[in-house]
């Protein structure tokens, strides 16, 4: 088990570059065809970056086959003897040829950035929940330009009022909210409200906080490498 957890690792170091440089000038090509295809693109990479590991491609064997073209092969002898083995068998995967102490310090280092960007999301779900917790309940029609944003959707958000954001938000999943500074609303201009109000309720239309936490579950094998990071982040901001 240990053998093929450090294969996956070893898998992940060098496949997850080859996914994003393939992904990065395929986003190039495909801006001409909108955003959604480019944010698509990232997706998709994000979901190889994942998988490929889990799979049998190994690097080992490749560059064994690297080295044996530029290497002398060894002189041959006449006593030679060939075994012959029936029956079932086990085909083990390769690995390298490292010792047992540097794996485990490998796999533990995994485990332990893991874990540490696990628990990092848990802290920010919190902060989030006690967020919403401490902001206080507005209604809408008390402020007509955020009731006119509201009509046009089915299922509108809860509105609250919280001192703990500079701008507005869009939280929660099964009940979406939206978070608003304080006196946010009470500004003069309409100019400055409407694009604000418009950015946010985009997000809620496409159910953006949801999906932005699933991706971010679905990254937390492989959140330690720092191009699943760019991965991520090209995700958030396409």
Known sequence: MTIHAFNLLLNAIWQIPLVFCAAWPATRLARRNGPQWEHRI?????????????????????????????????????????SVLTGPATILAPTWNLPPQLITLALAAWAAATLFFTARLLWRLHKTSTLRRH????????????????????????????????????????????????????????????PALAHELAHLRRNDYAKNLFYELLALPIAWHPLAWLTRARIAES
Do not use: C, M
């Not at 190889?48 to 086959?65: M, R, S, V």
């Not at 701008?167 to 409200?193: K, S, T, Y």
């Open 42 to 82: 990232w997706i998709t990479a994000l979901l190889l970056q994942l998988l490929l590991p889990f799979g049998q491609l190994h690097f080992k064997p490749i560059a064994a086959w690297l080295l044996a073209l530029f290497t002398p092969a060894a002189p041959t002898t006449t006593n030679a003897s060939v």
């Open 135 to 194: 902001a206080h309940i507005i209604a809408p029609q008390e402020y007509p330009v955020l009731h006119n944003f509201l009509s046009t959707i089915p299922s509108p958000p809860q509105l609250l009022v919280s001192q703990s954001v500079a701008g507005p938000a869009i939280i929660g999943v099964l009940r979406p909210a939206l978070l608003l500074p304080p006196n946010f609303l009470d500004q003069p201009r309409a100019a400055d409200v409407e």
